[in-house]
């Protein structure tokens, strides 16, 4: 298995898909959303994830897109429906390591600030000292505006910075922001990364989850990390994709 070691200046997270899993409970919300509004909740769910609920909503419902609505629905989810969620392989550990170090990191998450807190809480995860909600930018992901915020308040502009996500469209916010990427499997195939990004948006390494992450020194300088990449199959070398899938994962889906 081959190793990557680098260095950053900081590294700027993703929530959901990257450092626990929601998607039951967000499966949930959103069928029920769809539900009250003549909606089919599957075709909402085929584009959701990783996008802000406003963008969603402002798609699906338009004259209920306004934050108000947004943040009274996302206080329900966790209440709601929050038993179903866990942490993610790897995380925990992760954030433990960046925080007791004092090193730059930061959560930047397409849920609102409502939300984001209450999983924080719930799935007993450090607290960022950079925390970029859905409430506290203009534009959404795939739009890099969250992760150059993060970016400027860490003191990183212009200096190596990684971005860590498991949907397409967080990855291209964070290839867009200046920023190298590491994908995840958690959530996404590879397949997906292959086919909805431009070569120039796709994650610089996959790997399946965090646990494949390493902090090998962190401090209020930055971090060193090594990522374990998994080989990558002929077939996904075909479609150009960086290094680091693993042979087993399906093309078929």
Known sequence: MP???KTYKAVLLDMDGTL?????????????????????????????HGVRSLDVIARWAPEKANM?????????????NGDSAIAL??????????????????IVTSGTSVLASA???????????VFIT????????????????????????????????????????GKRA???VLGLLTSHKVLHFATQLEFEDQPDWIVPDLSFVKVLSAGPEGVELEFDVPEVPIDVKELKMPVGMPVSVDLAE
């Open 119 to 129: 999983w924080v809480e719930k799935m007993e995860l450090e607290t960022p000292p």
């Open 3 to 5: 190793v990557v070691r």
């Open 20 to 48: 626990i899993d929601s998607t039951k409970a967000v499966e949930a919300h959103w069928k029920n959303f769809g539900t009250a509004h003549g909606i089919d909740g599957e075709e909402i769910l085929k584009s959701s």
């Open 178 to 180: 200046g920023c190298d």
């Open 89 to 106: 392989p790897g995380a925990k550990d992760l954030l433990h390591k960046l925080r007791e170090n004092n090193a730059p990191w930061a």
């Open 68 to 80: 108000a609505y947004v943040l009274e629905l996302e206080a329900a989810i966790p209440r709601d």
């Open 134 to 173: 859905a409430d506290k930018v203009t534009n959404g992901k795939p739009h890099p505006e969250g992760y150059m915020t993060a970016r400027k308040m860490l003191g990183a502009e212009g200096l190596p910075t990684l971005v860590v996500e498991d949907a397409p469209a967080g990855a291209k916010a």
